[in-house]
């Protein structure tokens, strides 16, 4: 019975750790969603493109990046996290530095172009490592 104790006790200690981890990253998919969905709506609606909406669109690139500043790699998932972080970083940056400036100036073609191409790679990416680290 003392050696089945500390076994339990070591389950459900790594059971608690795995699943804390695992609603972590879960938590990150949707928040991502979340800076998506807000950047989405600027593109698509000229009548969002106020300065209300476009503090939106930093402010929820900006949780995603605190986000993934106070999370570590699960063991054993390293390369795949810093995958992550590298697209979400080249995401975020030609986000804010290309793709909405082009939409706000009025060049909704070459935006959407970025929005459809190297920035919808970029976003597969950090969603599907999301959800591999969710495992």
């Known amino acids: 019975m003392k050696k089945i104790l500390p076994i339990i006790v070591g389950m459900?200690?790594?059971l608690t750790t795995f699943t804390t981890s695992a609603g972590e990253f879960g938590d990150l998919h949707a928040t991502v969603m979340k800076a998506r969905d807000s950047l989405v709506t600027l593109v698509?609606?000229?009548?969002?493109?106020?300065?209300?909406?476009?503090?939106?669109v930093r402010d929820s690139?900006?949780?995603v990046s605190d986000m993934i500043a106070g999370m570590r790699a699960p063991r054993g998932k390293e390369a795949q996290f810093n995958e992550m972080v590298v697209n979400w970083v080249a995401f975020k940056n030609t986000r804010r530095n290309q793709l909405v400036p082009l939409i706000l100036a009025g060049k909704q073609a070459e935006g959407e172009k970025i929005a459809m191409g190297v920035q919808k790679v970029r976003l597969k990416?950090?969603?599907s490592i999301c959800k591999v680290l969710d495992k």
Do not use: Y
Request: aromatic share 4%; no cysteine.
């Open 44 to 56: 698509k609606n000229e009548n969002k493109r106020g300065p209300e909406q476009q503090k939106l």
């Open 61 to 63: 690139a900006d949780a």
């Open 12 to 14: 459900t200690f790594a």
């Open 125 to 127: 990416k950090v969603l």
